[in-house]
């Protein structure tokens, strides 16, 4: 086994930390193991060819969406 030390945490990230290992049942240590191994082993997102994609998506929708209705869709979530 390899131990890491890890320096210059906050203590809002350390509580945290804690808070998160203790709803899961596990110690911190096999919190942060957890994390780490799952951000180690995620696979990073396709960004190649994402915009035009999106953009055919678009295209095919029988509805076009404008700057206006963002803005009342949002203005009304806040409600």
Do not use: C, Y
């Not at 929708?61 to 806040?78: I, S």
Request: cysteine-free; proline content about 3%.
């Amino acid at each position: 086994m390899i131990t890491l030390t890890i320096k210059g945490i906050s203590r809002k990230v350390h509580r945290e930390w804690k808070v998160r290992a203790a709803n899961h049942k596990r110690s911190l240590n096999s919190e942060v193991i957890l994390m780490l191994e799952s951000i180690v082993r995620s696979v990073p997102a396709e960004t190649e060819g994402a915009i035009p994609r999106a953009r055919q998506f678009r295209d095919s929708l029988k509805f076009r969406v404008t700057a206006g209705d963002l803005k009342r869709f949002k203005e009304q979530g806040r409600a």
